[in-house]
């Protein structure tokens, strides 16, 4: 097992000249993500900025009339059904499957299903993107690491939310260690599935001195890139709000146990108002 200094080193020849090759396409690349992520906020029909009711489908649930689980202006009374994995919408117009992950036009909405078989999760979104968009903080390069990923204490999953507030069932992948404030910092990472069933992406919920003072309360999350050779980079420029940070709609995560950096990171997504508060009473997972 290597220690925080590897992570260190790493920081030197990415941020200090070492190697400023590896510091500009890091920057170019999380420039790029940025951008494309800001046009999917504000433009997509799925985005959470459009989001209008998210619930989990149990044995059925009713979509339109006032008194439905999900009220719809307009819409007459249909039902979302999940059977022997598939989840189907059934309405005067006759039945058609819900692919799972992917964006469905209903009208003047837009459905998406989410989760895993069995706890699927329906989100509605309005006809088209509302509320604040993102803001960030200028790029910090002495936010950048690069190092290894330690192996987890004991293997296994965990149910957590994921950014979109849906749960999901997490393995440990391990943790990383990495200097920030003057100290080493041990975060743990998860490996969260995506919606769609692609492959699962290396996820760290984390919170710092700046939630609730120009971050969001509740924590952001950062994803762990794989750069080969065992090293990863871990770039806090392209930390990001949960969902819940755009709209009510959403449930907010708990924070992960020990996630917690005392110190303010002011890089990636800034937090404008408009979501909803830390969650309140909850144990950190």
């Not at 919170?207 to 065992?230: E, K």
Request: charged residues 20%; aromatic residues 8%; positive net charge.
């Amino acid at each position: 097992m290597r220690s925080a200094r590897g992570w260190c080193i790493a920081l030197a020849a990415v941020v200090y000249g070492g190697s400023p090759l590896v510091g500009q396409q890091a920057g170019a690349a999380a420039a790029h993500e940025r951008t494309e992520y800001v046009a999917w906020l504000t433009g997509a029909p799925n985005s959470p900025l459009a989001a209008i009711a998210q619930q989990p489908i149990g044995p059925g649930m009713r979509l339109g009339p006032a008194d439905s689980d999900v009220p719809l202006e307009g819409v007459d009374e249909h039902r979302v059904r999940e059977q022997a994995g598939a989840v189907s919408l059934e309405g005067p117009g006759g039945r058609r499957l819900l692919p799972r992950g992917r964006p469905v036009t209903f009208g003047r909405y837009t459905l998406s299903v989410g989760g895993p078989t069995g706890r699927s999760v329906l989100t509605v979104f309005g006809a088209s993107p509302g509320g604040k968009p993102p803001e960030h903080y200028p790029r910090d390069p002495r936010a950048v690491f690069v190092g290894p990923l330690a192996p987890p204490a004991r293997s296994g999953t965990v149910r957590v939310l994921a950014v979109d507030g849906v749960e999901v069932e997490a393995a440990e992948a391990g943790s990383v260690a990495v200097p920030i404030g003057g100290t080493s910092v041990r975060l743990t990472v998860r490996r969260i599935p995506t919606a769609g069933g692609e492959e699962s992406e290396l996820e760290i919920f984390f919170r710092d001195a700046t939630n609730g003072d120009g971050t969001y309360p509740a924590g952001r999350f950062v994803s762990l890139l794989p750069q080969g050779a065992g090293m990863y980079l871990l770039d806090f420029n392209r930390a990001r709000n949960p969902f819940c940070a755009y709209s009510s709609a959403y449930p907010c995560p708990a924070p992960w146990r020990g996630n917690t950096i005392a110190a303010p990171l002011r890089a990636g997504e800034r937090y404008a108002g408009g979501g909803l508060a830390a969650p309140a009473g909850l144990e950190a997972r």
